[in-house]
């Protein structure tokens, strides 16, 4: 019985090792796709195939992450 729980719990960590390592070969680095001072940092993919990622502006020559912002104005 000990051999067979042992076998399952090393077939258990080898398909978490091959797991991490097919996750980490589909997603290579985040790259920008850009302009000059405006960005995309595509991060991966959804199930259609469609690029996911986050919007970037480039500030003294660095690039970051756009935040928003709300602004209160008054009703006229």
Same mark, same amino acid.
């Given at each position: *019985? +000990?051999?067979?729980?042992?076998?399952?719990?090393?077939s258990?960590?080898?398909?978490?090792?091959?797991?991490?390592?097919?996750a980490q070969?589909?997603?290579?680095e985040?790259?920008?796709?850009?302009? =000059?001072?405006? @960005?995309?940092?595509v991060?991966g993919?959804?199930?259609?195939? +469609?690029p996911m990622?986050t919007? *970037?502006v480039?500030v =003294?020559?660095?690039?970051?992450?756009? @935040?928003?912002?709300?602004t209160?104005?008054?009703? +006229?």
């Open positions: *019985m +000990k051999k067979v729980a042992f076998a399952w719990s090393v258990l960590v080898v398909v978490a090792m091959a797991t991490f390592a097919l070969s589909r997603f290579p985040p790259r920008i796709v850009s302009g =000059n001072d405006i @960005g995309f940092r991060e993919t959804d199930l259609s195939g +469609k990622g919007l *970037m480039r =003294n020559g660095r690039w970051s992450e756009v @935040g928003a912002s709300m209160v104005r008054p009703l +006229k």
